[in-house]
């Protein structure tokens, strides 16, 4: 199985157990810190297979139900008879088998092993979907350890040119409109740092962080970054749907607006146009939507332009993990390093980058 999920080029399909109509499994893809996304189908062409299997298959008495309205059982049976329709070798899935009974487990991975296909799934000991510990199987058989996974990815060495900065935080209190979480930090000084880190489930309050040190967002208590030499600094922030905000425009739009905003000089700016081809061909970026793709010039030009700390939430949004860590590691080398944040659930992706981390 190692060598198997470290090979680079295979194809996988990553489900949920809910409905066939999700491609990616978060837990699943944070605990494999594997490059799962934009590897399989789009949740468009899923929905499509699913429906074929409504219509042609046993549930074709139902064809004018939603898949929502089948039970989990069904729902599972749906989602893994789709993926055997598809050249994927391996499947990675989430709660997939939750509802079903042990003997109709066997039956579906006996499918599985049938059309040579191989599925690694997530489930919990006591079978309530989001409780309990985890356990890990590999077509059916339970593994005692999950294998790592590691990229062919040379980390570059663009924290030693960047200035040691400073982060204090001393009694932070964020509140929300709705009084079911609060974001609090009683005491933090983080000294030294290059490159920082932060890492988190969904929902943790990382993005509410980013916005509190952007000054975007009020909180409470104190909540400093100190730069040597910079008394107010000047940041850069990559929002986590940032790629909504170039709707319209092209990557050379992008560009030009930095230029014009002061932000990127023209010497800088064209530096990002030479390198804009290769972007725009950049093989993992092939048939995504273009204001997705375009998040790759924003961080280029926020990494390139005249700014004391950038702050990038989830740089890896809407694209293939490694594609962007090989994107970052191949423009570290061009350009001086500043003081970065970068916020991400992908801890491998943090630790090719990052000298500090926090969770």
């Not at 990815?153 to 030693?160: E, I, M, N, Q």
């Not at 030009?256 to 081809?277: A, I, M, N």
């Not at 950049?282 to 790759?296: T, V």
Request: hydrophobic share 40%.
């Amino acid at each position: 199985m190692q060598l198997a999920l470290e090979r680079r080029g295979r194809s996988c399909l990553v489900f949920p157990f809910e409905v066939a109509s999700y491609l990616v499994a978060d837990t699943v893809r944070r605990e494999l810190a594997f490059d799962l996304e934009n590897q399989g189908l789009t949740d468009r062409q899923l929905n499509t297979e699913v429906d074929k299997i409504i219509r042609q298959g046993p549930f074709s008495d139902r064809r004018h139900q939603a898949p929502a309205t089948l039970s989990g059982g069904e729902q599972q049976q749906l989602a893994v008879t789709a993926a055997l329709q598809q050249p994927h070798e391996f499947l990675i899935g989430q709660h997939c088998f939750d509802f079903l009974s042990p003997r109709n487990i066997q039956i579906m991975h006996g499918h599985l092993m049938a059309h040579g296909k191989r599925m690694l799934e997530v489930t919990y000991r006591n079978g309530g979907t989001g409780q309990g510990q985890s356990m890990w199987r590999l077509n059916g058989e339970r593994l005692k350890a999950l294998a790592s996974v590691r990229w062919d990815l040379k980390t570059p060495d663009w924290s030693s040119t960047i200035p040691p900065w400073r982060l204090v935080a001393q009694e932070v209190v964020k509140h929300f409109d709705s009084a079911a979480f609060t974001l609090r930090i009683p005491q933090l000084v983080l000294d030294q740092v290059r490159c920082l880190g932060i890492s988190g489930d969904n929902g943790s309050g990382k993005s509410t962080l980013a916005d509190c040190l952007a000054g975007l967002s009020p909180y409470e208590g104190r909540l400093k970054v100190e730069l040597p030499g910079v008394d107010t600094p000047h940041l850069g922030y990559l929002v986590q749907q940032a790629g909504t905000l170039t709707q319209g425009l092209t990557a050379g739009d992008i560009i030009q607006r930095f230029v014009s905003q002061g932000r990127l000089t023209g010497v800088q700016g064209e530096y990002l146009k030479r390198t804009l081809t290769e972007i725009q061909s950049y093989r993992p970026l092939a048939g995504l939507d273009a204001r997705i793709g375009y998040r790759l010039v924003i961080i280029a030009a926020l990494l390139s332009g005249d700014y004391d700390l950038v702050i990038l939430d989830e740089p890896t949004y809407g694209l293939p993990v490694q594609g962007v860590a090989e994107f970052l590691a191949q423009i570290a080398g061009d350009l001086k390093g500043k003081p970065l944040v970068i916020i991400s659930h992908d801890r491998n992706f943090l630790t090719l980058f990052c000298d500090t981390i926090i969770h």
